[in-house]
């Protein structure tokens, strides 16, 4: 059964500051990871996607990186603000068959500070 | 850009009671889901739906839980008979034929 760790849980920085959250999995079959972000509160709101033949994607300020073999996959927000202070979440889809389930992370808080 | 959209944002009810949770998925897409996240747990998948059938269900996806795609563009989520431990946020999520999966914003769901 695959299960998702992120480390860590919270993080605090400065605005500006560079930054890395952790993800990793037991299960090393994956099409693919996603990241999202929720605010308090709210829904689910997807960042990035990084498909399993890929190392890197990136959008903006965001970079997520996959190591398929060793079970992790990093995503890097670069300038931090304030306005991304919110849970980031990454999530893989279960293995078998087309379904796409997708097993989530408990996510990592994180808080820019001005 | 469109957009998964949920009815109602919040839902209280009495234990016991049947809910209904509304999803308007995005038009075109093929896959549909809910899932749901307990207050300050992880979000976990209930059950998955495709060509008016459910192909995946969880464990938590008992006998009170149903799942209907009455016509053509709404999904919902049935709970006949709400306990306590229902209370949640649940999420309704839908996938073209690509991988990317679209949550909408939630139904915050409270059972007194």
């Known amino acids: 059964k695959q299960e998702v760790t992120q480390i860590p849980a919270a993080l605090s920085v400065p605005e500006g500051e560079n930054l890395v959250l952790n993800c990793s999995f037991t299960d090393s079959a994956i099409y693919n990871l996603q990241w999202f972000r929720q605010d308090p509160g709210k829904g689910l709101t997807s960042l990035l996607l990084?498909?399993?033949?890929?190392r890197e994607q990136t959008s903006g300020r965001l970079n997520a990186s996959l190591d398929k073999s060793s079970g992790r996959s990093t995503l890097y927000i670069a300038a931090s603000q304030p306005g991304d202070s919110a849970t980031y979440l990454c999530?893989?889809?279960?293995?078998?068959?087309?379904?796409?389930?997708?097993?989530f992370g408990k996510g990592t808080l994180l808080t820019v500070n001005p | 850009e469109p957009e998964v959209t949920q009815t109602p944002s919040h839902q209280v009810t009495q234990m016991g009671q049947e809910v209904i949770l509304r999803c308007v998925p995005i038009?075109?897409?093929?896959?549909f889901y809910w899932y749901r996240q307990i207050l300050g747990q992880k979000v976990e998948f209930l059950v998955s739906f495709y060509n008016n059938e459910i192909s995946e269900k969880s464990e938590i996806f008992d006998d009170q839980f149903s799942v209907e795609r009455p016509d053509g563009s709404n999904f919902t989520l049935k709970i006949r008979s709400t306990k306590l431990e229902d209370s949640a946020m649940y999420f309704c999520?839908?996938?073209?034929?690509?991988?990317?999966?679209?949550f909408g914003p939630g139904t915050r769901l409270t059972v007194l």
């Open positions: 990084i498909q399993s033949s890929q």
């Open positions: 999530a893989v889809p279960n293995s078998g068959g087309s379904n796409y389930k997708l097993t």
């Open positions: 038009s075109n897409h093929l896959y």
């Open positions: 999520a839908s996938r073209p034929g690509a991988d990317t999966q679209y």
